[in-house]
């Protein structure tokens, strides 16, 4: 009886924390403002390249070639990502959310091309939770991987 209790509470719970990470809306500070994205706020569980905080901060992506290619590489290259879904696309922003696979947490991904560097500025951060055990410093460094391999 104990072990059907067990099972039936962690079910529950886990159903729980996937209902909310489904319900939980985008937070505000999404997009940029004069060609910056917003910076992380004090919590470990973001990367920005625009940020001033050496905690959260991350290079950002070189490209060659116009800005057109370089929006039409990172969509495609975001395409093929498991867990991603490209939110809006407007212009040189890009908005995209990755969700783990186990409990469906949501990080927001955003890309800013420059096209007077001639780079892709990020900005990835979880939507719950406080740490993310590196998770999106990791996934923008393998984007990041994965999109020079594609510029060769």
């Given at each position: 009886?104990?072990?059907?209790?067990?099972?039936?509470?962690?079910?529950a719970?886990?159903?729980?924390?996937?209902?909310?990470?489904?319900?939980?809306?985008?937070?505000?500070?999404?997009?940029?403002?004069?060609?910056?994205?917003?910076?992380?706020?004090?919590?470990?569980?973001?990367?920005?390249?625009?940020?001033?905080?050496?905690?959260?901060?991350?290079?950002?992506?070189?490209?060659?070639?116009?800005?057109?290619?370089?929006r039409?590489?990172?969509?495609?290259?975001?395409?093929?990502?498991?867990?991603?879904r490209?939110?809006?696309?407007?212009?040189?922003?890009?908005?995209?959310?990755?969700?783990?696979?186990c409990?469906?947490?949501?990080?927001?991904?955003?890309?800013?091309?420059?096209?007077?560097?001639?780079?892709?500025?990020?900005?990835?951060?979880?939507?719950?939770?406080?740490?993310?055990?590196?998770?999106?410093?990791?996934?923008?460094?393998?984007?990041?991987?994965?999109?020079?391999?594609?510029?060769?």
């Amino acid at each position: 009886m104990a072990l059907i209790w067990c099972v039936s509470f962690l079910l529950a719970l886990y159903l729980a924390i996937v209902l909310r990470n489904y319900l939980t809306q985008p937070p505000s500070e999404l997009g940029f403002v004069n060609q910056s994205l917003s910076p992380c706020p004090e919590s470990p569980n973001c990367v920005c390249s625009q940020d001033e905080s050496l905690a959260h901060f991350i290079n950002p992506i070189p490209y060659t070639g116009s800005e057109e290619q370089a929006r039409s590489q990172l969509s495609e290259l975001l395409s093929r990502q498991s867990g991603c879904r490209i939110v809006s696309q407007e212009g040189n922003y890009l908005h995209a959310e990755f969700r783990s696979l186990c409990f469906r947490f949501v990080d927001d991904v955003e890309f800013l091309i420059d096209s007077g560097q001639n780079v892709l500025h990020v900005r990835s951060a979880s939507r719950v939770g406080h740490y993310d055990l590196g998770a999106n410093r990791q996934r923008i460094e393998a984007i990041r991987q994965e999109y020079l391999n594609g510029n060769k």
